[in-house]
Structure formats: structure tokens, C-alpha cells
Nanobody, 127 residues
Framework: QLQLVESGGGLVQAGDSLRLSCTAS?????????MAWFRQAPGRQREFVAA????????YYGGFVQGRFTISRDNAQHTGYLHMNNLKPEDTAVYYC???????????????????WGQGTQVTVSS
């Protein structure tokens, strides 16, 4: 099992920055897992934000990111990060961390393939 806990969300103003964290725990933290971030706004479908492979040398971003977000990870600390800059009101959503041991690099953006999910952290951006 792998437990994921997100933190770092909050209420910010447009143009501000936030760093979300996702800490993994459990017996399977010794394994090699990809990590990703998704988000879901009220009344909308879940949306892919960013993903990174275990080694950290492959990253993918949703089209709306446009260079504003950066995904990173510290495998020694079992923690992944999502650095968000120049936040916009349309970035308001619950942000979820996800992890999986078997997802291929070609499908890192597919939310349906991730087995482990955190509880989410709310990000609210005011105009």
C-alpha cells in the first residue's frame, strides 16, 4: 500500500505562487512509482496537471500550464511537489496527487491508470 497526503493549498490572489507537496508513506515507498497531479473544479471533470516518472527525467504538463507550473520530486523524502506561479482564478480547484508503480511513461497523463490517490488540497485564487 501507498498512502499519499497533499499539503500546501490555500487562498491566494491572482499572480501569487503556491507550492503543493505530496508525501508518500507505507510499505511500498521502497518501490519506483510515477507521480502526478490532477485537479478538479466544481462542476468540471478531473483535469491532468503534471506528471513525472520515477527518475525525474520525464515530465509532462497539461496544456493550460503554459510554463507556470513545475513538477518535481525528492525520492529520498518520498515527496513530490507542484510549484505553481502566476496563479489565475481559473486555477481554483481541488488538487490531487496520484502515484502508480506500473504506469508507462507514454501514459503518465492518464488519470485512470493511477492506483493511489491523496485526499486533495484546495487551491483558491481570487481575482
Amino acid at each position: 500500500q501507498l498512502q499519499l497526503v497533499e499539503s500546501g493549498g490555500g487562498l491566494v490572489q491572482a499572480g501569487d505562487s503556491l507550492r503543493l507537496s505530496c508525501t508518500a508513506s507505507g510499505p511500498r515507498t521502497v518501490g519506483r512509482y510515477a507521480m502526478a497531479w490532477f485537479r478538479q473544479a466544481p462542476g468540471r471533470q478531473r483535469e491532468f496537471v503534471a506528471a513525472m516518472n520515477w527518475e525525474g527525467d520525464k515530465t509532462y504538463y497539461g496544456g493550460f500550464v503554459q510554463g507556470r507550473f513545475t513538477i518535481s520530486r525528492d525520492n529520498a523524502q518520498h515527496t513530490g511537489y507542484l510549484h505553481m506561479n502566476n496563479l489565475k482564478p481559473e486555477d481554483t480547484a481541488v488538487y490531487y496527487c496520484a502515484a502508480d508503480f506500473g504506469v508507462r511513461e507514454s501514459t503518465l497523463t492518464w488519470g485512470t491508470l493511477y492506483e493511489y490517490w491523496g485526499q486533495g488540497t484546495q487551491v483558491t485564487v481570487s481575482s
